[in-house]
């Protein structure tokens, strides 16, 4: 019999599927590494797995341990998943602003979830910061993940991530594109696959514009979970070759073809980044093999970017207007 043990044991070899629609006209191989397949639904499972391991080696966390983050998304449910695996706690701290679907998943998941007002500068005892800060000085045997920072999440990246690109597609991968949030998805896959190659695969960032890494100026976006008003420490820029700038109402636009026609209900990260991929494969020969990395479902996003009075009243276009009910023919 073939079974894993426990579903947080499931993390990892996602497959590539080849981009075959939105490529119409490109000569190159785009393939599509799809993370929604791991069992909480993004990377983030992967950096999960990997930094509870190490603290557990470390000693900085134990039986009876409490794991606290502040996360409203993907990590939380990547650290809910091996948490309750393992038997700890959960507190996640989350911003009142992301109240709603996504607290919802990680209470289903069990765990607790203290809400901190939006409205407050990081250095108030209040914030997202300070009150998970607080909570890990005090809860007894607490540990802090901290994902801007700890280089178990670049280097999940590195020995899981880049070998299953580099295995599936027997080397001949030439071009990785990524998005970049804390880095440590760009940064270990891309470690790895320079390494491998002897420097032959070209490393592709994708931004949103008004983020930090592609040097333009800083502004608010409404991409989530990319981009960066800071360097954290788990990127490093040394890896990336060429940044492509992408804005939201490329993002969006190319997020809902990929539902509509590649049949990938994907987060806007995930169109960002196919928008950078198809910009780079334009200019490929067709042997060329550009792997662009999904981060996450779609499934959290339905009443933002895939609703369309949503997407009209932030002022972007929609494939067709919305029909009212009445106007359809019976
Ligand atoms: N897309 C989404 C939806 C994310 O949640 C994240 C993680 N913040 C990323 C992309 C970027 O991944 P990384 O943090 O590894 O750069």
Redesign the pocket.
């Known amino acids: 019999m073939r079974y894993a043990s426990h579903v947080a044991d499931l993390v990892g070899n996602t497959p590539l599927v080849r981009l075959g629609s939105v490529t119409r006209g490109i000569e190159a191989t785009v393939l599509a590494k799809i993370e929604y397949f791991n069992p909480g639904s993004?990377?983030?499972d992967r950096?999960a797995r990997n930094i509870i391991d190490a603290a557990e080696r470390d000693g900085l966390l134990g039986p009876g341990g409490t794991i606290v983050e502040p996360t409203s998304?993907?990590?939380g449910v990547g650290l809910a998943l091996v948490a309750l695996q393992r038997g700890y706690r959960m507190v996640f701290v989350v911003p009142d602003k992301f109240a709603g679907e996504k607290v919802a998943v990680l209470k289903a998941y069990g765990a607790e979830v203290v809400m901190t007002p939006t409205n407050v500068p990081p250095d108030d005892p209040r914030s997202y910061y300070g009150v998970s800060d607080r909570l890990a000085r005090e809860i007894p045997g607490a540990f802090k993940p901290n994902?801007f920072a700890n280089q178990n999440?670049?280097r999940a990246?590195y020995e899981t991530t880049g070998p299953e690109i580099w295995r599936d597609t027997d080397g001949m991968i030439t071009h990785f594109v990524?998005?970049?949030?804390?880095?440590?998805?760009?940064?270990?896959t891309s470690r790895y696959l320079k390494e491998v190659s002897g420097g032959a695969v070209t490393i592709v960032g994708a931004d949103p514009q008004g983020s930090i890494y592609s040097g333009g100026p800083i502004h608010s976006y409404l991409v989530?979970?990319?981009g960066e008003d800071f360097m954290?420490a788990?990127?490093d820029p040394s890896v990336v070759d060429r940044y492509e700038m992408v804005d939201d109402a490329e993002s969006f636009a190319m997020t809902r073809r990929l539902a509509r026609e590649e049949g990938l209900l994907v987060?806007?990260?995930?169109g960002?980044?196919v928008v950078a991929a198809l910009r780079t494969a334009r200019e490929l020969p067709a042997g060329d093999v550009v792997v662009v990395l999904l981060?996450?479902h779609g499934r959290g996003y339905l009443s933002k970017l895939y609703d369309d009075e949503w997407m009209l009243g932030n002022g972007f276009d929609v494939e067709t207007a919305p029909v009212a009910a009445d106007s359809l023919p019976s």
């Open positions: 993004s990377a983030k950096i998304g993907n990590t994902q999440g670049p990246h990524a998005s970049i949030g804390t880095g440590g998805t760009i940064s270990g989530e979970g990319v954290p788990t990127f987060g806007g990260s995930s960002l980044a981060p996450d």
